[in-house]
């Protein structure tokens, strides 16, 4: 899950999902609901090494995305086209939304 969010490091998405995942708690809402922990199978070579995934529900996925490093392009679209459909509720005549 880590490569759509701009991460090529499992570690550091992992700092990103685990605060989306507190989020998710103080929201009120169970974080098994949406980051299912997971596990693949990478092969390099002769050898297999089983390392860590999370599945997320389209919810996790935004608060990962509200939770991510800023300074990547994947997660500034993210936090921009979730401000865009937000915003949407609160205006009455939303362009963007067109």
């Not at 809402?29 to 299912?36: A, G, K, L, Y």
């Not at 919810?59 to 490093?69: E, Q, R, T």
């Given at each position: 899950?880590?490569p ?13 999902a685990?605060r989306g995942r507190?989020?998710?708690e103080?929201?009120g809402?169970?974080?098994e ?5 997971a ?14 995934d ?10 990962v ?12 679209a993210a ?7 937000f915003?949407?509720?609160?205006l009455?005549?939303?362009?963007a939304c067109?």
């Amino acid at each position: 899950m880590a490569p759509p969010f701009g991460y090529s490091k499992y570690e550091r998405f992992a700092v990103a999902a685990e605060r989306g995942r507190v989020a998710c708690e103080n929201a009120g809402h169970d974080p098994e609901d949406h980051f299912r922990g997971a596990s693949k199978v990478n092969f390099s070579g002769r050898r297999s090494v089983e390392v860590s995934d999370v599945h997320l529900t389209r919810f996790g996925a935004y608060l990962v995305a509200m939770n991510g490093d800023p300074r990547k392009l994947e997660i500034a679209a993210a936090r921009t086209s979730s401000v865009m459909r937000f915003s949407c509720f609160d205006l009455t005549s939303c362009v963007a939304c067109e």
